[in-house]
């Protein structure tokens, strides 16, 4: 069966420019999370989507980090006036949580270069 | 607030060596422990979830413990072939600072096996 799927697979923009980023879960699952990998950083949490609740935006760095799940199922991260400190691979997880084994299965990411 | 740490953060052994990878956490109280493997370029696929009630899990020539109340998990792999050569992550979800959804990860153990 398909797993999670993230587009574009690279992205090169220039500083102060808006980018979007893709990712479409395993079908079925509720949870909907987005991480970031920088250099040196390892991973970090951004966001967490469940179902219909209000989501966990705890791990956005600013204001300038938003992102969506339109009808329960693909999921948007947008970046807004990008910065060079933004470059980094965002990758995106679904699970179905409440299941004994609640594992997350992991796209293949998207890679961000900020000019 | 949960931090996990990773020892070693590379590791190089000669094909066939059995070898144990460390993973510490600064909070017992997690809901579960994965341990993941990503290639170079790649996203991240799970090897083993060990939910908090669970002492171990094994998966072919994996074997993953954890000991919670001491904050640690092991990963020991039987056997090393070059093909288990990849970055080896470890993450909990729980702890302060974290939720039952979100993944905490340590920086990871980059393992190279040589033929």
């Known amino acids: 069966g398909a797993g999670v799927s993230q587009s574009p697979s690279n992205k090169v923009t220039e500083k102060g420019k808006d980018v979007e980023l893709r990712c479409d879960p395993i079908?079925?699952?509720?949870?909907l999370y987005w991480y970031r990998q920088s250099l040196g950083q390892g991973l970090e949490f951004l966001i967490y989507?469940?179902?219909?609740?209000?989501?966990?935006k705890s791990g956005l760095p600013s204001d300038r980090f938003s992102a969506e799940r339109t009808g329960g199922s693909v999921s948007t991260l947008t970046i807004q006036r990008t910065q060079q400190e933004d470059s980094a691979v965002y990758l995106c997880?679904?699970?179905?949580?409440?299941?004994?084994?609640?594992?997350?299965?992991f796209g293949p990411g998207t890679r961000l270069t900020v000019l | 607030k949960q931090e996990v740490t990773q020892i070693p953060a590379a590791l190089s052994v000669p094909e066939g060596e059995n070898l144990v990878l460390n993973c510490s956490f600064t909070d017992s109280a997690i809901y579960n422990l994965q341990w993941f493997r990503q290639d170079p370029g790649k996203g991240l696929t799970s090897l083993l979830l060990?939910?908090?009630?669970?002492r171990e899990q094994t998966s072919g020539r994996l074997n993953a413990s954890l000991d919670k109340s001491s904050g640690r998990s092991t990963l020991y792999i039987a056997a090393s072939q070059p093909g288990d050569s990849a970055t080896y992550l470890c993450?909990?979800?729980?702890?302060?600072?974290?939720?039952?959804?979100?993944?905490?990860f340590g920086k990871g153990t980059k393992l190279s096996v040589k033929p």
């Open positions: 997880a679904s699970s179905v949580p409440g299941l004994s084994t609640d594992t997350q299965y």
């Open positions: 079908s079925g699952h509720t949870a």
């Open positions: 060990i939910q908090s009630s669970q």
């Open positions: 993450a909990v979800t729980g702890g302060y600072g974290g939720s039952q959804g979100n993944l905490i």
């Open positions: 989507f469940q179902g219909n609740s209000a989501p966990d």
